[in-house]
């Protein structure tokens, strides 16, 4: 059984197309068939921090288009061959997409994968409408910020109204990643707590994904940080993605890091 | 055709006295200038002037279509009106109104009656303009258009779930809310309303009384004025009018029972 994903934020700059990658590539690693596709036409991103910008040769809109065949758009990803990659076009716009199309494609990709990963674009216009039409399932990132959350909460409000799903009675199963927690200044208070971002929200919590400055390095590379063993972003994005595969791993809430004895006299002969 | 609907302020005021009435609009210029003025008696030269130096907006001797009268002497009332209509002297003229009661607070029944009357007189009146017409943001608008699903006499919502950002609850009745009220949803009723959960977002109500917990961010507009969030300092707090004064009271225990 299949399910179809849609990664939303609503804001954009909060790490959707990041966070696509890592899950996608973290699904990957737990052995799963798993396509992820860039679904922001015009603004193609996903490729790079993947690190698959070179070999893109045809794209989703050809495929829909029926131009090229889905077997010669799809990328299969260096780091894991579980993970297939889905290219946005760069040079059409969002008008291109139209609902019987997206659904032929999306039922193609499910007969061949079992986690199809849609990036949706930043905002709610028609594009983004059009990503959460045939979700089965969505994951929603926030900041830990008021207009994060605010603009995330219409967002949600969306995927309830014009989904599918929702327009059928039923309800898009929506999962919660807080996205660049920086741990010393939510126990300062500068940064809005957990729980009450899971208070206004109402969706259930996937991951907390702590601040990292690996992450643009890994995304500038095209590797993404769920591969770096040593990188705490990694090990929250290999633990969501285990969650999305079925598995109970308990919620790893990010602490301030104690400075070693070491480097508090660092500190003192700076 | 191209048909559109505004909403103004009108302030009714009658001459009895030049002096006396040029003092008041000297002294309430700055407020007046964002009503339309109906004027009623008799105009003096010195009177026009004024209007027209301040560049005022005025109709005389005119009789307006009002959902509810109540004003004899120099009082405010706060209706809604076609702009462009007066403007242009176009022939779709179509507007509202409702009073902020002064004497005492209006029993809800009562005012529910007077809407439900003037929102039957409406439909009668134009159907066809109502599906054409542009649909303006403010609240008292916005009730006034969605009137078609209402049934005749509205009995109390009650909302359930949380109001996400964008989403919004209109009704001419009373509604009760049990859960969130999200940052940038919105809420206008034109009976009372009752927040149980957090409020973030905005409200605003013409009805008898509002009830809500105290508000961080958000804005409270009841009968058009804004209630200070600072001012809503109990765990429940229940909004009146009193003599023209709003009135925030706790909500006590007993009251429940």
């Known amino acids: ?270 | 055709m191209k048909c559109s609907q505004y909403n103004v302020k009108v302030f009714e005021i009658g001459i009895e006295d030049p002096e006396t009435f040029l003092k008041f609009l000297e002294a309430n210029r700055a407020l007046l200038g964002q009503h339309l003025l109906s004027i009623h008696g008799e105009m003096t030269e010195e009177i026009y002037d004024f209007l027209e130096s301040n560049s005022l907006h005025y109709v005389l001797n005119m009789t307006l279509p009002q959902a509810k009268r109540g004003v004899q002497r120099f009082r405010m009332l706060r209706s809604e009106e076609e702009e462009k209509a007066l403007e242009e002297r176009s022939t779709s003229a179509e507007h509202s109104s409702d009073t902020v009661a002064k004497e005492e607070t209006p029993s809800l029944p009562k005012e529910l009656a007077e809407v439900r009357d003037w929102l039957r007189k409406k439909r009668g009146k134009s159907p066809e303009k109502e599906a054409q017409k542009k649909e303006t943001e403010t609240s008292e608008e916005a009730l006034s258009a969605s009137d078609e699903e209402f049934p005749k006499a509205p009995p109390l919502k009650i909302v359930k779930q949380a109001l996400r950002s964008g989403q919004s609850v209109r009704y001419d009745g009373s509604l009760l809310l049990t859960e969130r009220i999200n940052s940038g949803a919105q809420v206008a009723a034109l009976g009372s309303v009752i927040a149980l959960g957090p409020v973030e977002g905005n409200i605003s109500s013409t009805g008898e009384c509002v009830i809500v917990p105290p508000i961080r961010r958000g804005t409270l507009l009841f009968h058009g004025r804004t209630i200070e969030n600072d001012a809503l300092i109990h765990p429940l707090n229940k909004i009146t009018f009193v003599d023209d004064q709003v009135v925030i009271q706790p909500i006590n225990k007993k009251e429940f029972h």
């Open chain 1, 1 to 270: 059984m299949s399910k179809v994903i849609a990664v939303i934020s609503g804001k954009g700059g909060v790490g959707k197309t990041t966070t696509t990658a890592n899950v996608g590539l973290g699904i990957a690693r737990n052995g799963r068939q798993c396509v992820v596709v860039d679904f922001d036409i015009g603004q193609r991103n996903l490729d790079m921090i993947l690190g698959l910008e070179n070999r893109v040769v045809y794209d989703m809109v050809q495929v829909m288009d029926e131009e090229a065949r889905l077997d010669q758009a799809l990328i299969r990803s260096k780091a894991n061959s579980n993970l297939y990659f889905l290219p946005a076009s760069q040079t059409k716009d969002k008008s291109v997409l139209e609902s019987e199309k997206i659904e032929k494609l999306l039922k193609d990709l499910r007969k061949r994968f079992e986690y199809v990963i849609l990036d949706a674009p930043a905002g709610i216009e028609s594009g983004f409408e059009h990503t959460i039409e045939f979700a089965d399932e969505a994951i929603i990132v926030v900041n830990p910020e008021v207009s994060s959350i605010r603009d995330s909460d219409r967002a949600i409000g969306i995927l309830d109204s014009k989904s599918r799903k929702g327009k059928e009675g039923g309800e898009v199963k929506k999962h919660l990643i807080i996205n660049r927690v920086d741990p010393g200044m939510v126990e300062r208070g500068e940064m809005l707590a957990t729980d009450d971002i899971l208070e206004i929200l109402s969706v259930d919590l996937l991951g907390i994904v702590p601040e990292d400055k690996g992450v643009i390095d890994a995304s500038n590379q095209g590797h993404p940080v769920v591969l770096d063993d040593e990188s705490e972003a990694g090990a929250a994005y290999r633990r969501i993605a285990k969650r999305l595969c079925g598995e109970r791993i308990p919620l790893v809430e990010p602490q301030v890091k104690k400075e070693s004895l070491v480097g508090k006299l660092k500190g003192l002969f700076r």
